[in-house]
């Protein structure tokens, strides 16, 4: 298994710096969730993240870089809403899909003349990019299609025999993955994530447009399938309709709830996302909460659908792509 090693130690960031400089692959925290990280200029290493997480080689990986300097080294900025969405957002979770310059490899970015890039706002995750003095490629640290990591257990769990190193930095702040933002005549928001397209509005006043599923593949990571925990999903509108279902009879049941539950023994296992109903505590909460549900000894996973604003679309958005397979 990998030693999970505690980040905010410079020591532990120094190890890991060099395994990433001799070509292996080490998975940090970041603010949204965890990343493995291979060196973004090393071909090798970045076809080791592929083989790691079982990814199809068609689905590019975030850059992530710790200065303005690594971000002139890799793409064109030639955009002047670029500058307002940095100064507002950056260090953050908002990733953003830029041309690419000559320096980044074609492996990195699945072939596309475009590079997704961002800078974290995890001091564990910039003082290991500058350790290493290169951008660090790195998907979410999960096998391809799994649930997402927020804590370094869960890592553990899915990656733990195929990596050396995990810097622990505790559960990560946001929760869910960056918001992914296409910039182009019309801004496109690819994939909703811990920023909501409430806030990015407020800087791009107009321009700004939700991709829901586009005729040509803009980003190839963003499958029907995806975020899914092994036991069957289903989204329900509250825990009355679950008893309603024919399928559930005989069942053990696992209850993803939004802020309370009323008949708690009818469940083998629940998770509440959040009793205030606060959307972000509830975002902090989800693949955490998904994560033990889906240990538990259930046959089947219901989630309560959560209000469609702020970071409920987000929320929702994963949990209909985790509902996607077939029962
Ligand atoms: O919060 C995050 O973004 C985390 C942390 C580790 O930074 N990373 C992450 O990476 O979620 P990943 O690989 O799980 O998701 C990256 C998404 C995919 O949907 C991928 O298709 C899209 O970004 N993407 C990457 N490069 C792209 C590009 N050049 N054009 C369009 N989409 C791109
Ligand atoms: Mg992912």
New binding site residues.
């Given amino acids: 298994m990998a030693k999970i090693l505690k980040g905010l130690d410079y020591k532990n960031i120094k190890k890991a710096s060099l395994l990433i400089k001799r070509g292996d692959l080490v998975a940090f925290p970041?603010e949204?969730?965890y990343?493995l990280g291979a060196n973004a200029y090393d071909k090798k290493a970045v076809t080791k993240i592929f083989e790691v997480k079982q990814r199809p080689s068609f689905?590019?990986?975030?850059v992530?870089i710790s200065s303005l300097k690594q971000l002139e080294e890799i793409c064109y900025l030639n955009d002047k809403r670029i500058g307002d969405l940095i100064r507002n957002f950056w260090p953050g979770?908002l990733?953003l899909?830029l041309p690419k310059r000559r320096k980044v490899n074609y492996i990195v970015?699945a072939g596309?003349d475009?590079?997704?890039v961002?800078m974290?706002a995890n001091l564990i995750a910039l003082s290991l990019i500058q350790e290493v003095g290169a951008p660090i490629a790195?998907?979410?640290a999960n096998l391809f299609g799994k649930l997402s990591p927020t804590k370094a257990a869960h890592v553990q769990k899915q990656l733990g025999k195929k990596i050396k190193i995990i810097l622990d930095g505790g559960q990560t702040t946001f929760g869910l993955?960056?918001t992914?933002l296409?910039v182009e005549k019309k801004l496109k928001i690819?994939?909703l994530?811990s920023l909501s397209v409430e806030e990015i509005g407020r800087v791009v006043k107009k321009d700004l447009e939700i991709i829901k599923r586009p005729k040509k593949i803009?980003?190839?990571?963003?499958l029907k399938s995806h975020y899914a925990p092994t036991k069957p999903l289903i989204v329900v509108d509250d825990e009355d309709e679950i008893f309603k279902l024919k399928f559930s009879k005989g069942k053990q049941i696992a209850f993803l709830a939004f802020k309370k539950v009323r008949n708690k023994d009818k469940f083998l296992c629940v998770e509440i996302l959040s009793t205030k109903g606060d959307l972000n505590e509830a975002a902090y909460n989800f693949f955490d909460s998904l994560h033990r549900l889906d240990e538990s000894e259930a046959d089947i996973i219901f989630a309560q659908k959560v209000p469609r604003k702020n970071l409920g679309r987000a929320i929702m958005e994963r949990l209909e792509k985790a509902s996607y397979k077939k029962l």
């Fill in positions: 970041t949204t969730v990343g689905d590019p990986i975030i992530h979770p990733t899909v970015t596309l475009t590079v997704a961002r974290p790195a998907p979410s993955e960056s992914v296409l690819l994939r994530g803009l980003s190839p990571g963003e």
